[in-house]
């Protein structure tokens, strides 16, 4: 079984070596809710309303999947340092532990979302007709809570290990049944949108089933739940995995929350039609989101492995390289969205309304895109180093204290309209994500250096 070596070879052959498996795991991951949003936009008569509908339940999915990678990206930095300490049982029982909470979790937030389901989707902006499609694809989706957190947070835990091919092909079963599942249960049976739900479910289910199997039996470090009588001494770890994962985890959550807030502004200055528009641009960002999120996360493990080992040179590389992928990606794919934006629209949507006023709505959202890389690239790096105050507060600044203000400020205030609701990203990405990736350069790169000095000090038998 081939592995990904973090200790020896090249950077870049590493940092490929991670993220390419993991750019096509990341890919087909999209076809779990990418899918869905294409077809229901494709039933017969009701498509726009009821994708617009759907797409008020994608906040829910975000939190349950935020709560996933609270554990799971929580947990995975450490478990790679410590594998860099050389000191695999510490690694072991960081993943027994993040494997505990995740089933916990999944089991709170189902019960959560059985009881308050109808409410949270009023509170994010439903009316009375959303709710006719809205509340039955949420209630069937929430059946596959705890496949779903499995999957998603226990998956980092393979990549770090190296087994980013045996990462990707966990989400290509899932992905892959879900393409498969979508038009049957839609069309065939005639479900439509409790189609969609039921497809998701199963494939999360063979997507779990997989992950699972694999870290208890064929693994180099396996994984298990905690026993009663280890409960008690999990308490430091426990609450490391949670602070380490809470920067991603409110990154996550605060998506939710922009997207909450948006839809219930758009409600107001734009109506239904709108929440639909918003759906397209949420989805196209997911679309060209996903191989940066690849490459952040192809590149974590080595870089969380390589500081565990006190290698600043090779922390260096691995950051640098991972900026410049990253950077020559998103100037393609920044072209794409300015100088084509209906090729993007048109694949969630054929709809000649909803591509009217998507169009400007796509280039105003996307207006600033590259500089969101800063952000991006600085949050990854915080969060592999176990920077935890730097990764929580450059989550928070952006989306709380920046976009949330600046959506109803923009349409309200400066009489902007649905307009004011799309310019808030790029505003956020060039303030919030210019001042994280310099705060980034101005305390990582000195503690690197400071590194490679103690390094060459015991080299030469000054520090013994």
């Known amino acids: 079984m081939k592995r990904v070596n973090f200790e020896n070879g090249t950077i870049t052959s590493n940092i490929l070596g991670a993220s390419l498996p993991m750019l096509v795991a990341q890919i087909l991951s999209l076809l779990y809710n990418i899918v869905d949003r294409i077809y229901i936009a494709r039933i017969p008569h009701i498509g726009t309303a009821a994708l617009g509908a759907v797409g008020l339940c994608f906040p829910v999915i975000v939190i349950i999947t935020a709560f996933s990678n609270l554990f799971g990206s929580g947990g995975a930095p450490l478990f790679s340092i410590e594998r860099g300490k050389n000191e695999p049982q510490e690694a072991k029982k960081i993943m027994n532990i993040s494997f505990s909470m995740v089933c916990i979790c999944a089991i709170v937030l189902m019960v959560i979302g059985f009881l308050f389901a109808r409410p949270i989707l009023v509170l994010f902006g439903a009316s009375k007709d959303a709710l006719i499609y809205a509340y039955p694809y949420l209630m ?3 059946i596959g809570t705890l496949p779903s957190m499995i999957a998603t947070g226990m998956n980092p835990f393979i990549n770090a290990q190296g087994y980013s091919t045996i990462g990707m092909l966990s989400v290509t079963i899932g992905a892959v049944t879900n393409l498969l599942l979508d038009p049957l249960f839609i069309f065939v049976f005639g479900l439509g949108v409790r189609g969609a739900a039921i497809a998701t479910v199963i494939s999360q289910t063979l997507s779990a089933a997989f992950v699972f199997f694999f870290l208890t039996k064929k693994a180099e470090l396996k994984v298990r739940l905690l026993k009663k009588e280890e409960l008690a001494n999990c308490t430091a770890y426990a609450k490391n995995i949670v602070s380490l994962g809470t920067a991603g985890f409110i990154m996550q959550l605060t998506n939710s929350l922009v997207t909450i807030v948006c839809n219930n502004v758009l409600s107001v200055t734009g109506g239904d039609i709108y929440i639909s528009v918003m759906t397209i641009v949420s989805s196209v960002r997911q679309l060209v989101e996903t191989p940066i999120y690849a490459i952040n996360e192809g590149t974590s ?23 410049l992928m990253i950077l020559g990606y998103t100037a393609v794919m920044w072209s794409i969205i300015i100088i084509a934006p209906k090729t993007l629209i048109g694949i969630f949507s054929s709809d000649a309304t909803l591509m009217k006023d ?3 709505a796509l280039k105003q959202y996307f207006a600033a895109f590259i500089c969101m890389d800063m952000q991006y690239i600085g949050q990854t790096v915080f969060k592999s180093l176990n920077k935890k105050k730097h990764a929580i507060f450059f989550s928070l600044l952006r989306k709380v204290f920046i976009v949330v203000p600046l959506t109803y400020l923009m349409p309200y205030a400066l009489h902007m309209g649905t307009d004011g609701v799309f310019l808030a990203e790029p505003v956020s990405n060039v303030i919030g994500g210019g001042l994280c990736f310099i705060t980034m350069l101005l305390t990582v790169l000195p503690e690197l250096k400071r590194m490679e000095r103690k390094n060459a000090l015991y080299e030469t038998g000054t520090i013994l």
Do not use: F, Q
């Open 140 to 142: 069937l989706y929430l």
């Open 358 to 360: 998507a169009v400007p």
């Open 301 to 323: 493990p080595i870089l969380s492995y390589n500081y565990g080992a006190r290698r600043p040179c090779r922390v260096r590389k691995a950051g640098a390289m991972m900026a």
